[in-house]
C-alpha cells in the first residue's frame, strides 16, 4: 500500500480542486448566456414562447439536480448518445444554472418601473433599444447581489457530479479516503477548500448589496 | 396635425374612453382637464399608440397610429411625451439622457447629439448640471431635462401627461415656464393638467373630459368664463377658489 502524507492528500485536493472551479466557471458562463437568451425570450412576451420557458423553469427548479445527473447521464446512452462524465456534468450544470438565473434575472427586469418603458417606446425607441439601453443595464444593478450569491450554490452543487464519476474535488476526496482510511482529515481539508471557494464570493455579494442599498438612498 | 376621430377603448368589460372626437392644428395648445379617473391620461396615450384603443382612428401628420402597417417607433420619435414622473433614465448621466435616443434612433452623430442636447439644456436652464446623474436633480429641474430631451428629436408635436402632478408646489413654476415658452414659440401641445392658471396663459382651447367622455371642447375663454355643463361648472369650482 502506498503512503500517503498528510501534505500529499492536501496537494492532491487542491488539484482538484482546479475541476470543481473549472466546472463552476464553465456552468456559470454557459448557464448565464443560456439563462440570458431565455430571459430575452420570457420578457418579450410572446405567448408560447413565455410558456415554454416558464415550464423550463418549472422543470429544472422543480426536480433534484442529481435527477437530472441521471437522466443526462444514463438516459442518453439509452438512446445511443453516448456521454461521457464531462459532458454530462457541464450540460446538466449549464440548464440547471440557466433554469435558476432566468428566475433571478426575470425579476430584477421586472423591478424596474414600467414607466421605463415608455419613456423608452415615446423617444422612438424600439423594443430591443429598450431592453438593451434603458432597462437591462438598471436590472444589472439590482441583479449583481443575488447572482453573485446564486454562484454560491452552483460551486457546491458540483460536488454532485462526484457520483456519476467526476472526478472533481468531492470524488477526489473519497478516493483519498477509500486508500488511506483517515476520512476526517481529508473531508475537513474538503470543507475548508470549499469554504475558501464559496466564502470570497459570498462576502462580494454582502458588499455589492451594502453598495447598492447605499446608492438607493 | 393630430385628429382624433370616434376613439373608444375598453379594459375587459370596462370602457374608459368614449367615442372621444377631436382635433389639433399646428401650433395649437390644447389643454386636457377633468376628474382624475376620467381618461385624460389613457386619451393623451392613445396619440403616440402607447395605450391601444379598439374603436375609431387616430391620425398625426396624416399618418394612421393604429393602422399595422404604421411603424410605431417612427411615429413616436416625431412625437415628444412628458411623463408625470419624469421617466429620466437613472443609469444615465443628464447628457446621455437627452443624446441617447438622437443617437440610436435620428442616427446622429455624437457630437451632432451633444450639441443639441447642450443647446437644450441651456434653454431649460441647466447648462450647469449636464453631468450629473437625475437623482442629484430636484422634481422640477429632472421635469425640465425631461422636456428637454423630449425636444431633442426635434417633434412636431409635444404630449404633457400631468407634467407637474409630482412636484413640489414651488417647483411647479419653473416648468411651467418652460412650457409657456414652448406654446408661445408655436409648438403644438396637448396638456393633460390642472394648471389652469397655464391654461388661462396659453391654451386655444380646452377639452374637459368625465367618465371617458369629452364633455366640452371649447375655446379657453369660453370654458372658463361660462362652462355649459354642470360637471365642468362643478369641476372648475372645486379647483378654482
New interface residues.
Given amino acids: 500500500m502506498i503512503e500517503f502524507s498528510l501534505w500529499d492528500i492536501a496537494f492532491d485536493l487542491a488539484l482538484a480542486a482546479r475541476w470543481t472551479i473549472l466546472l463552476s466557471l464553465i456552468a456559470f458562463v454557459c448557464g448565464g448566456a443560456v439563462g440570458l437568451l431565455l430571459l430575452v425570450i420570457r420578457v418579450s412576451g410572446n405567448g408560447w414562447v413565455a410558456l415554454f420557458v416558464n415550464l423550463y423553469v418549472e422543470l429544472f427548479q422543480g426536480t433534484p439536480l442529481l435527477m437530472q445527473l441521471f437522466l443526462v447521464f444514463f438516459g442518453l446512452p439509452l438512446l445511443g448518445v453516448e456521454v461521457s462524465p464531462w459532458l454530462a456534468a457541464t450540460v446538466t450544470l449549464t440548464l440547471y444554472t440557466s433554469a435558476y438565473l432566468v428566475e433571478i434575472w426575470r425579476g430584477c427586469v421586472e423591478a424596474v418601473?414600467h414607466?421605463?418603458w415608455?419613456?423608452?417606446?415615446?423617444?422612438?425607441?424600439?423594443y430591443p433599444?429598450q431592453l438593451r439601453?434603458?432597462i437591462l443595464?438598471?436590472a444589472l444593478?439590482v441583479a449583481v447581489a443575488p447572482t453573485v450569491g446564486f454562484l454560491v450554490q452552483v460551486v457546491k452543487s458540483t460536488a454532485l457530479t462526484s457520483i456519476i464519476g467526476f472526478v472533481e474535488l468531492t470524488k477526489t476526496s473519497s478516493i483519498l479516503t477509500n486508500a488511506t482510511f483517515r476520512p476526517f482529515p481529508i473531508y475537513g481539508m474538503v470543507a475548508l477548500l470549499y469554504f475558501a471557494m464559496c466564502f470570497p464570493l459570498t462576502w462580494y455579494a454582502r458588499q455589492l448589496e451594502k453598495k447598492q442599498t447605499a446608492r438607493q438612498r | 396635425m393630430i385628429s382624433i376621430d370616434g376613439v373608444s377603448k375598453w379594459y375587459g368589460q370596462f370602457q374608459v374612453l368614449t367615442d372621444c372626437t377631436t382635433e389639433l392644428k399646428k401650433g395649437e395648445v390644447v389643454v386636457v382637464c377633468g376628474p382624475s379617473g376620467s381618461g385624460k391620461s389613457t386619451l393623451i396615450k392613445t396619440v403616440?399608440g402607447?395605450e391601444p384603443f379598439q374603436k375609431g382612428a387616430i391620425r398625426v401628420d396624416g399618418v394612421s397610429v393604429s393602422d399595422a402597417k404604421t411603424s410605431?417607433?417612427?411615429?413616436?420619435?416625431?412625437?415628444?411625451?412628458v411623463?408625470q414622473?419624469f421617466?429620466?433614465?437613472?443609469?444615465l448621466t443628464i447628457t446621455e439622457n437627452l443624446t441617447?435616443?438622437q443617437i440610436?434612433?435620428?442616427g446622429r452623430s455624437k457630437d451632432e447629439a451633444m450639441e443639441k442636447g447642450i443647446a437644450l439644456l441651456e434653454r431649460v436652464g441647466l447648462r450647469a448640471h449636464a453631468n450629473k446623474y437625475p437623482v442629484q436633480l430636484s422634481g422640477g429641474q429632472q421635469q425640465r431635462v425631461a422636456i428637454a430631451?423630449?425636444l431633442s428629436?426635434d417633434p412636431i408635436a409635444m404630449l404633457f401627461d400631468e407634467p407637474t402632478s409630482a412636484l413640489d408646489p414651488e417647483m411647479i413654476n419653473e416648468v411651467l415656464d418652460v412650457m409657456v415658452g414652448l406654446a408661445r414659440d408655436g409648438m403644438t401641445m396637448m396638456c393633460v393638467t390642472h394648471e389652469m392658471g397655464f391654461a388661462k396663459k396659453v391654451a386655444h382651447r380646452v377639452l374637459f373630459m368625465d367618465e371617458g367622455v369629452i364633455v366640452e371642447d371649447v375655446p379657453k375663454d369660453d370654458f372658463f368664463a361660462n362652462p355649459r355643463s354642470d360637471r365642468a361648472k362643478d369641476f372648475l369650482a372645486k379647483i378654482l377658489h
Fill in positions: 418601473p414607466g421605463q415608455s419613456a423608452g417606446a415615446s423617444l422612438g425607441m424600439r433599444q439601453h434603458i443595464p438598471q444593478q | 403616440n402607447l410605431l417607433p417612427k411615429l413616436r420619435a416625431k412625437i415628444g411625451m411623463f414622473h421617466e429620466l433614465f437613472p443609469h441617447l435616443a440610436k434612433v435620428l430631451r423630449a428629436m
